[in-house]
């Protein structure tokens, strides 16, 4: 659950940004691509967490099932890009996806310390 505060703060952080930068059409792909990246990264903190301190076998599976998911969110990007451009502008979706999953990305060395 320590993940999902400060995912919510980059959240409403990177979409006021892309809002002010872009304009109101980037207020959907904020939001959406915002809280896609922090429930992936939480779910891969979980894994890992759960991984920490068992064989390296494990640990690394862990690591992939979050890389997995993170890779996952590149592809629903593309797809909601492709699905419907004016919704899902690709610069401010891309800009939301990234700008909130890789700060949270940083959590990960944290754990694995």
């Known amino acids: 659950m320590r993940l999902v505060a ?3 703060v980059l959240t ?11 304009g109101p ?8 691509f915002g809280g896609l ?6 779910v891969a903190g979980v894994a890992l967490r759960r991984a920490v301190g068992k064989p390296f ?16 969110g590149m592809f629903l990007f593309l ?3 492709l699905a419907d451009r004016v919704l899902f502008p690709p610069l401010p979706t891309a800009l939301a ?6 700060p949270l ?3 990960d060395i944290r754990t694995v310390r």
Do not use: D, H, N
Not at 12 to 22: E, I
Not at 25 to 32: D, E, I, K, R, S
């Open 6 to 8: 400060p995912g919510v």
């Open 12 to 22: 409403a952080v990177v979409t006021a940004l892309l809002v002010w930068g872009f």
């Open 25 to 32: 059409p980037a207020l959907m792909p904020g939001l959406v």
């Open 37 to 42: 990246a922090t429930l992936i990264q939480f």
């Open 57 to 72: 076998e494990q640990l690394l599976k862990a690591w992939g099932v979050g890389m997995g998911l993170r890779v996952l």
């Open 79 to 81: 797809g909601a890009v």
């Open 97 to 102: 996806y990234v700008g909130v999953l890789i």
């Open 105 to 107: 990305m940083f959590s």
